[in-house]
Each structure stands twice: as structure tokens, then as C-alpha cells.
């Protein structure tokens, strides 16, 4: 149980596109999510947290308009790079909070996201 | 505010040996303690977890921690390490309830490397 997958694995883009990434949890309900980056060889950065039916919250020097979340329902949370250029180059993981207190927090596998 | 140190970046052990990975925290109260494993280009993958009770938590691959309070430590050990062991590890402390959101903070992570 508590399953998150996070879709695509790995995405290319030309820069000045967006590029949607989407999270599910697929066997539980899960009303917050998060949205980590990671550089490679580095930890996960918490870049925002993803709350069903309100608005995410933004860790400080995240760009809420250049990352937009969207959880309109409980087994789903979508980030969006708009506008990508060549910096937004990474490692993006999501996570859910299984509410079920079984296993706390579970990951989903990643998106390499690469802007050309 | 809560914060995890792993002092090791790098570790290297023969493959057979045994192994402990070191993490301290800081935290405020009892925390929820977790040891996540990470292979290239992969999510996060939970071995253990400690919520409450017995201090010395079981997990999957053979690992184990203990929980330490007096110390502030929550080091993972394994008796004997495989080569498929190799992989970045990353020690976690929360919840973070700073945004409501019931956060995790995660340690540095340590690279783990197994010698044949």
C-alpha cells in the first residue's frame, strides 16, 4: 500500500515551453503533497507544499508563478514549469502524506526534466 | 526550527562488512524519524521508520536503526552490506508543522559506496 506515481519519468523541452509533471497516489487519499527538486549529488529542496482545495505553500525563494501547483483532488497534484529555461534543468520528486500514519511519507519516482 | 545533519557524504566498506550511517536531528519534540535509500535517477525509497515505541526500528534490505534520544541520533546500521547496497541515503526528521503542511527535513545524504 501507498503507492505515489509521478508521471512523466523524464521530459525534454525546448525553452520558453511549460511542462506539466502529475503525482498520484494511487491506493490512498492524500490531502498534501509535496514538491521537492534535487540537484545532482544534492538533497531534496522542499520547493512547495501542495494542499487539496487551497492553495499550495511556497518555500521561501520558490517562484509560485514560474511553478504552479495544482491539487484539485485528493489522489492528484500537478506541477507545472512554466516557461522552462535551461536553469529549471533538474530532478524533480513529489511525496504524499499517507493520513493513514502506516507509513508516513511516500515518494514517487521522479521527473528528469531537461530544457534545451 | 528542526534540522537533520548526516556528517558523512561519503562512505566506502567492503562488501560483507558492516555499516553505519550517522544521522543527528534537531527537534522540539518527539519526532517522526525516517531512513530513506536513493539509487540514480530514482525516487525515494523508505527502509524504516520510527514513530514511537521500541527504540531500535527493523526495516526492509536487512537494515535496522536506533533511536537514540539522549543523543539526538537515529544511525542505521547494517551487519553485512551487498554490493546492490550502493546508493545514496538520506536521513529524515518531522513533522514540520511551520505552513501547515507537516513537512519533512532531510539531511544532506550520504553515498554509500561498496567495495567487491
Known amino acids: 500500500g501507498a503507492v505515489v506515481s509521478q508521471h512523466p519519468s523524464w521530459v525534454i523541452c525546448k525553452s520558453g515551453t511549460s511542462v506539466k509533471i502529475e503525482c498520484r497516489s494511487l491506493?490512498?487519499?492524500?490531502?498534501?503533497m509535496f514538491w521537492y527538486r534535487q540537484f545532482p549529488k544534492q538533497s531534496l529542496m522542499l520547493m512547495a507544499t501542495?494542499?487539496?482545495?487551497?492553495?499550495?505553500?511556497?518555500e521561501q525563494g520558490v517562484e509560485k508563478d514560474k511553478f504552479l501547483i495544482n491539487h484539485a483532488s485528493l489522489t492528484l497534484s500537478t506541477l507545472t514549469v512554466t516557461s522552462a529555461h535551461p536553469e529549471d534543468s533538474s530532478f524533480y520528486i513529489c511525496?504524499?502524506?499517507?493520513?493513514?500514519?502506516?507509513?508516513?511519507?511516500?515518494f514517487g519516482s521522479g521527473t528528469r526534466l531537461t530544457v534545451v | 526550527a528542526q534540522s537533520v545533519t548526516q556528517p558523512d557524504i561519503h562512505i566506502t566498506v567492503s562488501e560483507g562488512a558492516s555499516l553505519e550511517l550517522r544521522c543527528n536531528y534537531s527537534y522540539g519534540a518527539t519526532p517522526y524519524l525516517f531512513w530513506y535509500v536513493q539509487s540514480p535517477g530514482q525516487g525515494l525509497q523508505l527502509l524504516l521508520k520510527?514513530?514511537?515505541?521500541?527504540?531500535l526500528v527493523q526495516g526492509i534490505k536487512g537494515f535496522e536503526a536506533e533511536f537514540k534520544r539522549s543523543q539526538s541520533s537515529f544511525n542505521l546500521r547494517k551487519p553485512s552490506v551487498h554490493w546492490s547496497d550502493a546508493a545514496e541515503y538520506f536521513c529524515a526528521v518531522g513533522p514540520d508543522s511551520t505552513g501547515g503542511g507537516n513537512k519533512l527535513t532531510f539531511g544532506t545524504g550520504t553515498q554509500l559506496k561498496v567495495e567487491l
Open positions: 520510527y514513530f514511537s515505541g521500541d527504540t
Open positions: 491506493d490512498f487519499q492524500a490531502t498534501t
Open positions: 501542495s494542499n487539496e482545495g487551497s492553495k499550495a505553500t511556497y
Open positions: 511525496s504524499a502524506r499517507d493520513p493513514r500514519g502506516r507509513v508516513g511519507y511516500t
